[in-house]
Structure formats: structure tokens, C-alpha cells
């Protein structure tokens, strides 16, 4: 029984790519992720363009706020990006997390239960 422990134990050690990775190689792994698709301020496509975004940057290397801010803004068309221009003086000293705060507080307002003459 012992050697039989012996050789599992022996086993464990020299099959490594069974086991999961590290948290060092973990971090270390980015995949591929394509750039959000850009976003016009369409209310609807406003969540899903946040998670595309978030999505992009989770499989990046770690970035600071200001260049988060600053891809999201690159990704901005049409009324969207009259926004970032017209609040460009005020959005660059806020944090990422508050930058979405106020991009949701525009943008983030799917149909829902609204008048058809609220849309309009």
C-alpha cells in the first residue's frame, strides 16, 4: 500500500498540466477580446455596450481609470459622443466607476413601460 501512495504521489508531481494555474499565470492570461462595437447613445444598446467594455477590459492588461474613460470615449459616435465632448472638462478627473455613473444617468434608459410621446 505504500508504494502505491508512492506512485500516486509521484503521479500528482509530474502531471502539472492537469492542475489549474496559478494565480500568478492566471493573471498573466489575457484572451483575445474584439473592441466593442461603437456606441451612438442609443438607451437599449447602452447596457450592452458597458458590458462589451467591461468585458474588454477584464481580458486586458490592467489599465488606470483615465485611460478606461478615455477607450470609452473612443468608442462613442453620434449623440454619445456630443456628450463626452460637451462634458470632456468635468469627465477626465473622475474615476472610471463615476464616468459610468453618469454615462448610465444619460444613456442607460431602456424602454420600459415609457408613453410613446416620452421617446420622442
Not at 38 to 55: A, H, I, T
Not at 59 to 85: G, H, M
Request: net charge neutral.
Amino acid at each position: 500500500m505504500a508504494n502505491q501512495f508512492r506512485g500516486m504521489n509521484l503521479a500528482n508531481q509530474t502531471d502539472s498540466s492537469a492542475l489549474p494555474p496559478t494565480s500568478t499565470e492566471a493573471a498573466a492570461t489575457f484572451f483575445p477580446v474584439s473592441k466593442p462595437d461603437k456606441y451612438g447613445g442609443d438607451p437599449d444598446k447602452c447596457r450592452g455596450f458597458l458590458l462589451q467594455c467591461s468585458v474588454f477590459f477584464v481580458n486586458s492588461p490592467p489599465s488606470y481609470d483615465q485611460a478606461k474613460i478615455s477607450f470609452v470615449i473612443s468608442r462613442l459616435t453620434e449623440k454619445a459622443l456630443e456628450w463626452a465632448t460637451a462634458s470632456w472638462n468635468s469627465s477626465h478627473r473622475l474615476s472610471y466607476a463615476q464616468f459610468v455613473r453618469e454615462f448610465k444617468l444619460v444613456f442607460d434608459h431602456p424602454y420600459e413601460g415609457k408613453e410613446g410621446d416620452e421617446w420622442k
